[in-house]
């Protein structure tokens, strides 16, 4: 797909993080998923899409917030498509209660999801986790997104996300960005 060469993820555990691996295991939609080696050097959104040929609407980017309320800090991942950005500070803070959001620290995202930094995705990370799907990225057919590492992405339909564990879908999360 693209210029991707994809394989079934489940027959790669190579381009998997331990954590994404985990959350294949028992997941429905998991057979559907594939995964595709890739330059580490060009994980970043932009760099991956324009050198492998992706259309940035097709690319989803997993952003991990932190949201307190009352001195509680509770930890979510936003999916917005790589054409828009996650409204952290407006839906995402509303949806989950909190009086503040924001993006979480690189090295609490990292320890927190076990993946590295530039691979989050939203496959596998902790059960307590909301992850909010924005509605464009269920309506955008198969999407690129993280694989716990920076040397693979996973492909997927977009709408598969909504039967993540957690996941709740939102209108409006992703705020077009042109």
Known sequence: MWGLKTEPARDRPDLLAAPVAAG???????????????????????????????PLGASANCVVI?????????????????????DVNGVARRHLGARKASFAPQEEAVAASGMEYGGITPIGL??????????AVL??????????????KLVLPGADLAELPNAETLSGLGVRTD
């Open 24 to 54: 294949l295991d028992g997941w429905g939609p998991a057979e559907r998923v594939l995964a595709a080696p890739i330059d580490p050097e060009l994980a970043d959104t932009a760099d991956c899409a324009a050198t492998y040929g992706i």
């Open 66 to 86: 932190a949201a307190k309320r009352a001195g509680r800090v509770r930890m979510a991942a936003c999916i917005v498509l790589a054409t828009t950005r996650a």
């Open 126 to 135: 902790p059960q307590e986790w909301p992850v909010l799907v924005d509605e």
């Open 139 to 152: 309506e955008a057919g198969h999407v690129v997104i993280g694989s716990g590492l920076r040397a693979s």
